[in-house]
């Protein structure tokens, strides 16, 4: 579904079950999970909201995951070289692949996965239509600054969840090399043409304002994801925290442009 911010250079949310949402900020320590957090699936679906909130979850993921199959393939056709392309299609079997994960995850757990997929389609559709780039240059800061959002927020979210839930959501989430591809290609561009830059930052700076609002409407859409969100189910955030959560999902996007070279 994304590029994955490089280690070096970009903001991580929770990465872990040890590690729960808001402890991204710089200085705090990890808590020890709790309450739903701590609990496996069997134990945490019992209360039938949570598990209509997961069904959500893995739905929204695994038709980001489908989609961004589909738009790596597509993009492979603007790649300059054979090798760009080739990379590219790597990518894209990435992709499948985390999409074949939560399917089959969703159908274990008693869930049609198109069924669970369908109510996020045309949110997500509707994006991808709004951000198609218009080349190649675009089309890698759009995998790694626009779908690094989503990832972002998603793993705020899995810091929140069941024990077996989170560790998919978080396998799923994992960059698999595909950020130093882009911030290399990218980088490379910036400094061959320097007028590039300031195309891509604004192009960027779109993907943001795009990405936050179809997360926001999406969550706010359905009603079991987003109670679970502000806290009326399991462990979730307050409205404090929410703004939190957007403010670090912000800072993160902010060291993701400077890696590539770009201002926020």
Known sequence: MRFMETPDTAAKPPEGPETPAGSG????????????????????????????????????????????????????????????KA???????????????????????????????????????????????????????????????ASDFYREVAARLDVDTRRLVLGVLDDTGHASFAVEKVRAA??????????????????????????QRVVAERDALSTMLVGGVADGFDLAEVGRMFSRITEAHTKRMAALGLAA
Not at 29 to 35: C, D, F, L, S
Not at 94 to 102: D, I, V
């Open 25 to 84: 900020a710089a200085g705090e320590t990890a808590a020890a999970p709790t309450g739903v957090a701590a609990q496996d699936w069997k134990t945490a679906s019992a209360e039938p909201q949570y598990r209509a909130a997961v069904v959500d979850l893995l739905g929204a993921l695994a038709y980001g995951e489908l989609a961004a199959f589909e738009r790596l393939a597509e993009d492979a056709k603007l790649a300059p070289t054979l090798a760009d």
């Open 87 to 149: 990379e590219l299609a790597k990518m894209a079997s990435a992709e499948f692949h985390h999409f074949e994960q939560l399917r089959d995850r969703l159908a274990a757990v008693g869930a049609e996965p198109t069924d669970a997929m369908e109510p996020f389609v045309e949110a997500l559709d509707g994006f991808h239509k709004q951000t198609a780039p218009s080349d190649w240059l675009e089309g890698l800061v759009k995998a790694y600054v626009g779908d690094s959002i």
């Open 190 to 215: 910036i400094d061959a043409e320097p007028r590039v830059g300031g195309r891509l930052a604004l192009w960027a700076r779109r993907l943001m304002g795009e990405a936050l609002s179809q997360s």
